[in-house]
């Protein structure tokens, strides 16, 4: 368990400047857009209730509601698409970048095992840095609604007290927390697929891992065509479990959820409503499959890492 949390450790100290520099520029950009929201709001014109008056329930429901009720899942997909692109970042360099500045030399002298560092980028990639992009969307949102209730304060309207205690202010927190399990366990195709090409490869491991099965691809469409031969839905499915499984919700897209909500406004529906969907995905052999694969192309970045120095 120590030498687990030393690995841990060893990966943040590693990679904090691009999290953290990531987390900044996004808060940063949210707060800004929060005091233009806040400056625009001062003007007579722009203001949809006179400055100082009294607002009936109805109204203060509409302006909490127009507030909180969606700000938090806006600024969660900003923080979601970046933690996508730091994620395909961190694990297609996670075995290469040590090959590359020989600090896998000073790692191997250590008493710790393959298995382990290896395990460990696993575990960093997949739960911490997640959860850091979700902490730091919360924080994003509470100085932005900060910023917007002091300007709604300073027309004579307070509304902190509703704001910050409106259920669809927190809800998308809550909700992302019930399926970050269903998360970890559907991304791995993608993370062990990423690991397994950055112990082979020591440049260019991230475009070699996409276009490699893409060009596999294609290349079985064109054999296909000119055999006559319709592609099995199989390769299809199975080259969006390799490359997009990193992305959250994606799970909703997997074939019998299609078939049980016949289109895809359902599917949105459904990825804008509550968790329960999410964890039906337990129940289906897909994310089951996709669990062993990952599992072995973990294994054989473990042994390849054994072997490539």
């Keep these: 368990?120590?030498?687990?949390?030393?690995?841990?450790?060893?990966?943040?100290?590693?990679?904090?400047?691009?999290?953290?520099?990531?987390?900044?520029?996004?808060?940063?950009?949210?707060?800004?857009?929060?005091?233009?929201?806040?400056?625009?709001?001062?003007?007579?014109?722009?203001?949809?209730?006179?400055?100082?008056?009294?607002?009936?329930?109805?109204?203060?429901?509409?302006?909490?509601?127009?507030?909180?009720?969606?700000?938090?899942?806006?600024?969660?997909?900003?923080?979601?698409?970046?933690?996508?692109?730091?994620?395909?970042?961190?694990?297609?360099?996670?075995?290469?970048?040590?090959?590359?500045?020989?600090?896998?030399?000073?790692?191997?002298?250590?008493?710790?095992?393959?298995?382990?560092?290896?395990?460990?980028?696993?575990?960093?990639?997949?739960?911490?840095?997640?959860?850091?992009?979700?902490?730091?969307?919360?924080?994003?949102?509470?100085l932005a609604l900060s910023i917007v209730c002091i300007g709604h304060a300073l027309q004579g309207r307070w509304l902190f007290l509703s704001v910050f205690s409106h259920a669809g202010l927190w809800s998308p927190v809550l909700d992302a927390i019930r399926v970050f399990p269903v998360f970890i366990l559907w991304s791995l195709p993608t993370v062990g697929w990423l690991l397994l090409v950055s112990s082979v490869l020591t440049k260019r491991g991230g475009l070699w891992a996409v276009l490699g099965p893409v060009a596999v691809f294609f290349l079985l469409v064109l054999l296909c065509k000119s055999l006559n031969v319709t592609l099995d839905p199989f390769a299809y499915l199975w080259l969006g479990r390799m490359l997009f499984s990193l992305l959250p919700f994606s799970w909703l897209l997997n074939g019998e959820f299609i078939r049980q909500h016949y289109d895809f406004k359902h599917v949105l529906d459904a990825m804008r409503s509550t968790p329960t969907d999410s964890w039906d995905t337990f129940l289906h052999l897909n994310i089951w499959c996709g669990v062993l694969v990952g599992a072995l192309f973990i294994y054989g970045a473990i042994r390849m890492r054994n072997y490539r120095e």
Aim: charged content about 15%; some cysteine.
């Design 1 to 142: 368990m120590k030498t687990m949390k030393f690995l841990l450790l060893r990966e943040w100290w590693e990679n904090r400047q691009l999290f953290i520099r990531t987390g900044l520029i996004l808060i940063a950009l949210s707060v800004v857009s929060a005091i233009i929201s806040a400056v625009v709001m001062q003007s007579p014109d722009t203001s949809r209730i006179l400055p100082g008056a009294v607002l009936t329930a109805e109204q203060l429901s509409k302006e909490v509601d127009g507030i909180a009720g969606h700000s938090l899942v806006g600024r969660m997909f900003g923080f979601c698409v970046a933690m996508i692109f730091i994620m395909y970042s961190y694990f297609s360099g996670a075995l290469s970048e040590e090959r590359k500045d020989r600090s896998i030399l000073f790692w191997k002298s250590l008493p710790v095992s393959d298995a382990q560092s290896v395990l460990a980028k696993v575990l960093f990639g997949v739960i911490a840095l997640p959860l850091f992009m979700l902490f730091a969307s919360v924080i994003s949102n509470i």
